[in-house]
């Protein structure tokens, strides 16, 4: 199953992107592996559900019913919840309970479910009151940059913000980067080299594990985010 996605960009410096689709059928799709956080909002026969997604460190199949409609803000790496701990989700995403048919409980308070159009007011809200943050170190950390703090706080940072270690993180973001050199039509043994590969089947088994497809597959089938 493949979906078509509308995408925008969002006036907060959290969110690396906001999205939305639908269903026209049953299915199941391939849900890949993701190092961010991000709040799928999706309507189904009336109800509408607000759930905390990622990280997720490998490709599953998961269900999209008939006719139900989607949205999505993707944080950007670094940018969590705190009082929702990240480690805690890893491999499952947690549904925030229902205050009414059009809010949901967050910290004690109810928060009216966003649209396409307002989630930005949304994410600012949730950016002042302190529910949601963003922790520079992830970022130094992936990019070797130097740190003023003990490896032991940098390591207990990263695990709070992103939910996985660094070697998690690089191994699932080099996947996606070569799963996107496949789909530019870029040949198997450039993206093993480009993407740095210690040979094909390395290649191989990082994009069955992380994106739920062979290299050969990846490079003409553009599966769902």
């Not at 004690?108 to 007011?121: L, M, R, T, Y």
């Not at 070797?144 to 003990?150: A, F, G």
């Not at 210690?198 to 992380?210: E, I, V, W, Y």
Request: aromatic share 8%; hydrophobic share 40%; glycine share 6%.
């Amino acid at each position: 199953m493949t979906f078509e996605f509308e995408e925008r960009q969002s006036t907060s410096p959290l969110v690396e992107r906001v999205w939305r689709t639908s269903s026209d059928r049953a299915d199941t799709f391939t849900s890949q592996a993701v190092s961010h956080s991000e709040i799928v909002i999706w309507a189904y026969e009336g109800k509408t559900h607000v759930t905390l997604r990622g990280p997720e460190i490998k490709a599953t199949l998961a269900p999209a019913p008939k006719d139900a409609e989607f949205l999505g803000v993707q944080f950007k790496l670094g940018t969590f919840m705190p009082h929702l701990p990240t480690v805690e989700r890893v491999g499952s995403g947690l549904e925030l309970p229902a205050a009414t048919r059009n809010s949901v409980w967050l910290n004690g308070s109810a928060w009216q479910i966003p649209n396409f159009e307002d989630v930005d007011v949304f994410v600012k809200r949730l950016e002042h009151t302190g529910l949601l943050v963003h922790d520079p170190i992830v970022k130094a950390v992936l990019q070797n940059e130097p740190r003023e703090v003990s490896d032991r706080t940098v390591r207990r940072r990263f695990l709070q913000a992103t939910g996985l270690t660094p070697k998690v993180v690089q191994q699932i973001e080099r996947a996606k980067e070569a799963g996107q050199l496949l789909e530019w039509g870029i040949s198997i043994a450039d993206v093993v080299y480009g993407a740095g590969y210690a040979d094909q089947p390395h290649l191989t088994r990082s994009l069955k594990h992380f994106l739920g497809l062979t290299p050969a597959l990846m490079a003409r089938t553009k599966v769902a985010q």
